[in-house]
């Protein structure tokens, strides 16, 4: 008895190989068959539909005739229920899963809170735990408005701004300040040197300078001095004033001039799949044979794609002069960002070497800035 003789709603397409395969088709006739679409392949090949309801009819022609029989497709709603069975497990739990992230985002799960000097955010969460706002919290039972006002009642928080972002809760506050005391200042201080240089020009509003234009200094050097006046009628004073002077930044670099490197030839394969639980399920798949490549990831929590690029070594050689402008162009914006914005650059030297393809380079940079610090006296 045939594996199908008990489903009637599906229909097969078979291949009949015989040396005479017209008696298959008798046979099915005799037996009232349902046998539709007949054609013939070749000689000893016939293709046809037959229901499944007959399959166990084509088994006995097959015996009888000594054929043999390749089902080539199959369709009607029994096929259908047996390929959508296979994947029923994956989506029941595809829609589980989707549903519980649905559910589980209309919940606050954390709480971000941003404070300013005083007050810590330990204290804010306790205040907030005690109007009932907490990790766990439907976003539903929550109103901005009256939680930035209940914080506010607290005296030592002057604002507060709440606001609901996905499954988390902002809370930015402002304290409340006392006015500052303000200390009046009567200490005495001197001018020294913050770093090494090279005088350029000196500003004294009071004090006493001690050095000049061209002079060369050293860090934490006397430069202008808290004391006025001449010699035998000199008196303590504040030291102010502004030193400028030329100033060095050392680096050093190393580049190769000439070797191999690697480069994406434009060709690449992809890999889509959605991982659930652990398992992933391929949306695309494509097999590379690339001898050399490298792997880049892109996509969200769910869906996700890895693109497999195709790498080539070829040979390349940079031109030196290109090289050390580039470097130098480099490092002098790197250095702006850490300078002063009133200090400027004003030259640079370099020096180079080569050493198996790699250039070496030693550059330095003059830079004018105000070396003046402030040397408190007791």
């Known amino acids: 008895m045939s594996k199908f003789s008990k489903y ?8 009949v190989q015989s040396l005479i395969p017209e008696r298959v088709i008798n046979y099915l006739w005799n037996r009232g068959a349902g046998v539709r679409n007949i054609r013939k392949i070749n000689i000893t090949t016939l293709r046809f539909y037959i229901d499944i ?26 096929f259908l229920y047996i390929k959508l069975k296979r994947y029923i497990t994956l989506s029941l739990g595809a829609i589980m899963f989707l549903f519980l992230i649905y559910y589980m985002s209309t919940f606050i ?14 204290e804010v969460r306790q205040a ?12 539903k039972n929550i109103d901005v408005t009256n939680i930035e006002e209940e914080m506010k009642k607290r005296e030592d928080i002057m604002w507060v701004r709440a606001r609901i972002e996905g499954a988390k809760m902002k809370v930015k506050v402002a304290e409340r300040q006392s006015p500052p ?33 061209g002079d060369l200094v050293k860090k934490d050097q006397l430069l202008i001095k808290a004391e006025q006046g001449k010699e035998g009628a000199t008196y303590v004073t504040n030291a102010e004033g502004d030193v400028l002077a030329k100033t060095f ?7 190769k001039l000439r070797g191999k490197v690697k480069e994406r030839t434009g060709n690449s394969r992809e890999h889509v799949y959605l991982e659930l639980f652990g398992k992933k399920l391929y949306f695309k798949k494509e097999e590379h044979g690339y001898k050399q490549w490298e792997i880049a990831e892109e996509g969200g929590n769910f869906i996700k794609k890895v693109i497999y690029y195709e790498l080539k070594e070829i040979d ?11 470097s130098v ?3 002098k914006k790197e250095l702006k960002k850490e300078l002063p914005i009133e200090a400027k650059v004003l030259d640079n030297i370099v020096n180079k070497s080569i050493e198996e393809d790699t250039l070496n380079m030693n550059i330095v940079f003059i830079v004018e800035q105000n070396i003046s610090l402030k040397q408190i006296l007791q």
Request: hydrophobic share 30%.
């Open 8 to 15: 009637y709603n599906g229909t097969i397409e078979v291949e």
């Open 53 to 78: 309801k007959d399959y166990d009819f084509l088994e006995e022609a097959s015996k009888k005739t000594n054929s043999k029989i390749k089902i080539i497709g199959r369709k009607g709603a029994y």
């Open 109 to 122: 799960w954390s709480i971000d809170i941003q404070t300013e000097k005083y007050l810590s955010p330990y």
């Open 128 to 139: 907030l735990k005690d109007i009932g706002v907490r990790p766990g919290v439907k976003k």
């Open 181 to 213: 005391i303000i200390k009046e200042d009567n200490s005495i201080n001197n001018i020294i040197a913050k770093m090494d240089g090279e005088i350029i020009r000196i500003y004294t509003t009071s004090g006493t300078p001690l050095v000049k234009a």
């Open 249 to 255: 930044y050392e680096f050093t670099k190393s580049i």
């Open 316 to 326: 390349f050689e940079k031109d030196e002069d290109k090289v050390i402008q580039e």
């Open 329 to 331: 162009e480099e490092l």
